[in-house]
């Protein structure tokens, strides 16, 4: 979690940029490293988680509009308060909501991805992590490619909180559980791409514009994957790999950093940019608190 929320922080100054050196320049000049909501919904995920000790839709949507309303400016897009005033209007679920945007086809974006860290950690032995995931994901996310999407990430996430960092990462494996794990042609066929590009050692360059990296999740997470597989060592190449090719720089960083930092641990980001994120206390007590759950 700390590492998605960092991802997420040092991702939205990235924006713009091209440059390693000098968003490093910036990094070091920011006090605190400020999250989007990116990050604020996976602290409502991870809240409502520890309140129930299950994983409750509606519960999770009540939570996400109680830190929106507490914290507006964190860079929502539409989405969120749309569904909010729809729900507080009418008093339907927040999945019945949800199934009512963009046109009645529910949204495929990355959103339901990029908040799904509390997911992967907290059922990450379970046999109820895919179900959970895409539970989550439609408080906001109906659309099949956006459950889709959260899912595998969750599954990313979750295998890497078992893997040993002191031992090559069993890369083809990997992959061939997220493909499994897929249940639509638009995130499955992305996977398989990711495989392939990984395989043959594709740049990073090569591999965003192959793959994609807009809003969409399945033009987004599957480079973020790819991000963590080509730099599985190392925290740092791995969201500079994810934040500087271009596109939605912050949630890119927050779904790659998500999977480096389960798989590497804590000891391994930066403990300079660990001290300056926002609110570093509260989302690991947020991450020691989900690790002991048994889901």
Not at 108 to 115: E, K, S, Y
Request: glycine share 10%; charged share 20%; hydrophobic share 45%.
């Amino acid at each position: 979690m700390v590492g998605s929320a960092l991802g997420d922080a040092i991702g939205e100054l990235a924006f713009g940029m091209s440059d390693e050196r000098q968003l490093r320049d910036l990094v070091a000049d920011s006090d605190p490293l400020i999250w989007t909501d990116d990050t604020a919904m996976a602290i409502g995920i991870a809240e409502s988680l520890l309140e129930l000790g299950r994983l409750d839709p509606q519960a999770v949507g009540c939570r996400f509009h109680e830190n929106y309303l507490n914290e507006p400016w964190r860079g929502y897009a539409a989405g969120p308060p749309t569904l909010f005033r729809i729900v507080g209007q009418e008093g339907i679920p927040y999945v019945e909501a949800a199934r009512r945007l963009f046109a009645g086809q529910g949204s495929l974006g990355n959103g339901a991805a990029m908040r799904i860290a509390p997911i992967g950690l907290a059922y990450h032995a379970s046999d109820d992590l895919d179900a959970a995931a895409r539970a989550s994901a439609e408080v906001t996310h109906a659309h099949p490619v956006g459950k889709d999407g959260a899912a595998v990430l969750a599954s990313a996430i979750a295998q890497t909180v078992l893997l040993d960092p002191s031992t090559p990462i069993p890369r083809e494996a990997f992959c061939s559980k997220l493909i499994e794990t897929s249940r639509t042609a638009e995130i499955a066929t992305r996977m398989e791409m990711v495989r392939d590009l990984i395989a043959g050692e594709a740049t990073p360059e090569a591999a965003a514009n192959a793959i994609g990296r807009s809003v969409s999740v399945h033009e987004s997470m599957p480079f973020a994957v790819y991000a963590f597989l080509r730099n599985p060592d190392s925290f740092e190449d791995c969201l500079f790999c994810a934040a500087l090719n271009g596109g939605d720089c912050d949630t890119l960083g927050a779904m790659a950093c998500a999977i480096s930092g389960a798989y590497l641990g804590a000891d391994a980001i930066p403990e300079v940019w660990r001290a300056k994120l926002d609110k570093r206390a509260h989302i690991e007590d947020l991450a020691h608190g989900l690790s002991g759950l048994s889901l």
